[in-house]
T-cell receptor
C-alpha cells in the first residue's frame, strides 16, 4: 500500500508571495491533517479535513487555509508569505471515521518551505 | 508555558546504553499519549501509544505514563545506532481526535 505523498518536497518562495502544497493520503483514508514543524515551536497542528470539510482548526492566522477534494487529496495554501513561515509542512492521513484512534495517523515526508 | 515540554537535547549515548526520554504536560485533559520517531528528512512514524497510567512494553521500547504527575517517558534498551533520530512525544484529549499536541522533540545519537 502506498504511503502518504506530498508535493513538492522542497520549495523556495519570496516574502509576500503565496504557496500551495499538496498531499495525497493513503488509499481509503478520508482524513487529512496538516502540521507545521519549526525548530522553535516544534510540530503544531494547522487543521484537519474530513470528507471535504474542515473538522478541526489550530491556532494559526487566516493566511493559512486548506481544502480537500472528493478523492481525499488535500491542499494547503499560505498567502502573503512571511519569513517565519519557513518550516517543514507535514500532512498526516487517517481513516477518519468514528471509532478511529488518535494514533492511527500516518505522516508524509513533508514539504520544506523556505521563505526569503 | 507550553502545554507539552520536552528536553530538546541533543542526547548522545554509546551503543548498548539505556536511553530515557521524557515529557511533561500541563493539560489534565490529555488522555492518549504517543511517541513518534523522526529520521532526518522523513515524517514522524509512530513508535508507541498508551492510554492509561502504567507501563507498556514493545521489544526494546517501554512507554511509561504517570497521569498524577503529568509525566511520560520512553525507555530504549540496548540502544543501536539505527535508533539515532528525533523522538517526539504527542498527546490528545479524545480517542478519535487527530489534533495532536507535540513536544518539540529530543534528538538522540547512538554512537557505535
Amino acid at each position: 500500500k502506498a504511503g502518504v505523498t506530498q508535493t513538492p518536497r522542497y520549495l523556495i518562495k519570496t516574502r509576500g508571495q503565496q504557496v500551495t502544497l499538496s498531499c495525497s493520503p493513503i488509499s481509503g483514508h478520508r482524513s487529512v491533517s496538516w502540521y507545521q514543524q519549526t525548530p522553535g515551536q516544534g510540530l503544531q497542528f494547522l487543521f484537519e479535513y474530513f470528507s471535504e470539510t474542515q473538522r478541526n482548526k489550530g491556532n494559526f492566522p487566516g493566511r493559512f487555509s486548506g481544502r480537500q477534494f472528493s478523492n481525499s487529496r488535500s491542499e494547503m495554501n499560505v498567502s502573503t508569505l512571511e519569513l517565519g513561515d519557513s518550516a517543514l509542512y507535514l500532512c498526516a492521513s487517517s481513516l477518519g471515521t468514528s471509532g478511529g484512534l488518535s494514533y492511527e495517523q500516518y505522516f508524509g515526508p513533508g514539504t520544506r518551505l523556505t521563505v526569503t | 508555558q507550553k502545554e507539552v515540554e520536552q528536553d530538546p537535547g541533543p542526547l548522545s549515548v554509546p551503543e548498548g546504553a539505556i536511553v530515557s526520554l521524557n515529557c511533561t504536560y500541563s493539560n489534565s485533559a490529555f488522555q492518549y499519549f504517543m511517541w513518534y520517531r523522526q529520521y532526518s528528512r522523513k515524517g514522524p512514524e509512530l513508535l508507541m501509544y498508551t492510554y492509561s497510567s502504567g507501563n507498556k512494553e514493545d521489544g526494546r521500547f517501554t512507554a511509561q505514563v504517570d497521569k498524577s504527575s503529568k509525566y511520560i517517558s520512553l525507555f530504549i534498551r540496548d540502544s543501536q545506532p539505527s535508533d539515532s533520530a528525533t523522538y517526539l512525544c504527542a498527546m490528545s484529549e479524545r480517542a478519535g481526535s487527530y489534533q495532536l499536541t507535540f513536544g518539540k522533540g529530543t534528538k538522540l545519537s547512538v554512537i557505535p
